[in-house]
């Protein structure tokens, strides 16, 4: 970007916040005038209306080319993350440390990394809904970190936001009840200003959470056989193959041109002619991705972040910004097995090749009907009590013209009742980008996009939403414990930047 555009967008951001903090157009209620036009600049952004979900693709403010992935050779099979075992065979108890580690990502070399329970990434973790788990936390780093359970409903103190940063060589326990539905979330850390580098250097694992219903469903749940986590990420390696978080950090997002999927590098993954269950996680630090198949054949998206979707919803492709996830069914049965075959982004790099074998498993008929879940109409007649308007690049990204204050509350809301927060991607004079808004401690409903329904494979519990340039989206947004929690970009340098605020629940 030139010192030009880059000097005027500077000027715009600061003309919308005042001496005191607070933006033009602020009501003396606390919220926002967002549709003004003194909040909008030109309502008739060229962005307006053409962007779409997912539109930008994995375009960013200052730098329109992101630099494209390599395409994996398929030369080391995928690793899979182990399960982590209870430590009491009468209760779920864990114990989950944060440390340094040395993984031979590259043959031959040695790379500096971060893991929980492990030298890089960590295990994946299994609650039961309805019973009471205890997790011992132990930071074995020599920096404080925090344990952030994204997309678990927890109360506030448990969260492990920026508020809960445990010291080097300190440690701390929590203990909570699982209240929701089957659903596969992940934790990572979320110190303040630090977060980005931490999940960089490999702070990241996963969540299944089971209940009743899904345990009567016939889906495919042989971990590691037919069910598969797949956590993509991103890096740039230096001269040394070391993950040099300084040298390549970017203020709007950090993004590079080497695909890691589960820490794996040039990663297959060996499937046998079967339905098999991929479960997405976008965990990169800012790139979204588009999934697709190579040879263009659909696959069924059966959930979303926080649980299954009513019904299989047939998918061409699929786009997640970070920290968004989805669980999808593959029916390799039916593919040309004369072909290579690989999960691929927007670009065509190809993410994961697979191999498949000539082992055919029993038949699994992906059910119709999955779940219950549903927006009511006394839901969608709620007025909107929750303005949130995200704006800017770089550093100087914000929320309702104000940047992170650990000692301000910027929202309170009552714990179980629902309320509809406004969210609003305010575009600047560049256009904008997406922004994936993230909210602790809730799954919401996505009640609209826009003003119109959201597609049919986002009618499911969210904790993280996409919201484009100039898009307007509303969320039924219910928290059932107390506390504390953040409301944020899930860009981690935005995050750690300062674009995310803070709502009391009482």
């Known amino acids: 970007m030139g010192a030009f555009a880059l000097a005027l967008v500077i000027i715009l951001s600061a003309c919308g916040i005042s001496e005191a903090g607070e933006a033009p157009g602020q009501n003396s209620d606390g919220k926002m005038g967002m549709h003004d036009d003194s909040m909008n600049g030109n309502s008739e952004s060229p962005q307006g209306g053409e962007m779409g979900m997912g539109g930008m693709g994995n375009q960013h403010m200052d730098h329109d080319d992101v630099a494209a992935l390599d395409s994996s050779s398929g030369d080391n099979e995928l690793n899979i993350p182990p399960v982590l075992k209870s430590d ?28 929980y329970n492990g030298d890089f990434l960590g295990p994946v973790l299994q609650f039961e809904k309805g019973e009471t788990v205890t997790i011992n936390l132990i930071n074995e780093l020599d920096v404080g970190t925090t344990f952030h359970w994204h997309g678990l409903k927890i109360p506030g103190e448990a969260d492990g936001g920026p508020h809960n940063v445990i010291e080097p060589g300190e440690e701390d326990t929590i203990k909570f009840e699982v209240t929701q ?147 999808i069914v593959i029916d390799f049965s039916k593919i040309d097995d004369e072909r290579d075959v690989a999960l691929v982004n927007d670009s065509d790099d190809i993410l994961l090749p697979f191999e498949v ?15 219950q879940f549903s927006v009511t109409e006394a839901e969608k007649d709620l007025p909107v009590t929750k303005e949130v308007e995200l704006f800017g690049m770089m550093d100087m990204v914000t929320i ?107």
């Open 88 to 115: 009491s065979t009468e209760e779920t108890k864990y114990t989950v440390r944060a440390k340094m580690g040395e993984t031979e990502i590259f043959d031959g070399t040695k790379t500096q990394t971060y893991g």
């Open 181 to 327: 539905e089957a659903a596969t979330l992940w934790f990572h850390p979320h110190p303040d200003g630090d977060t980005s580098e931490q999940v960089y250097k490999g702070l990241a694992g996963l969540i299944y959470i089971e209940d009743e219903n899904i345990k009567e469903l016939d889906l495919p749940d042989d971990y590691g056989k037919n069910d598969f986590p797949l956590i993509f990420q991103d890096r740039t390696f230096d001269e040394d193959k070391q993950l040099n978080y300084d040298a390549v950090m970017n203020e709007d997002g950090t993004v590079g041109d080497v695909s890691l999927i589960n820490g794996t590098v040039n990663p297959k993954l060996t499937v046998g002619q079967e339905k098999v269950r991929l479960r997405l996680l976008n965990g990169s630090n800012a790139r979204n991705y588009t999934f697709k198949m190579n040879t263009g054949d659909t696959f069924a998206q059966i959930a979303t972040d926080g649980g299954l979707l009513n019904e299989p919803v047939e998918m061409e492709e699929l786009t997640l910004t970070p920290s968004e996830r989805a669980e």
């Open 357 to 371: 074998t000539d082992e055919a498993a029993a038949e699994i008929d992906i059910p119709d009907k999955m779940n």
């Open 400 to 506: 309702n013209g104000k940047k992170f204050d650990p000692e301000r509350i910027d929202f309170t809301q009552e714990r179980g009742v629902t309320e509809v927060w406004e969210i609003y991607n305010k575009p600047d004079m560049m256009g904008g980008m997406i922004h994936p808004f993230h909210i602790h401690g809730a799954q919401f409903k996505t009640l609209s996009r826009d003003g119109e329904a959201p597609p049919r494979n986002e009618r499911g519990w969210k904790d993280t939403i996409s919201v484009s340039p100039d898009e307007t989206v509303r969320l039924a947004v219910q928290f059932n414990d107390k506390g504390v929690y953040m409301f944020h970009c899930h860009i981690l340098e935005h995050e750690d930047n300062g674009m995310m605020g803070q709502i009391k629940v009482e």
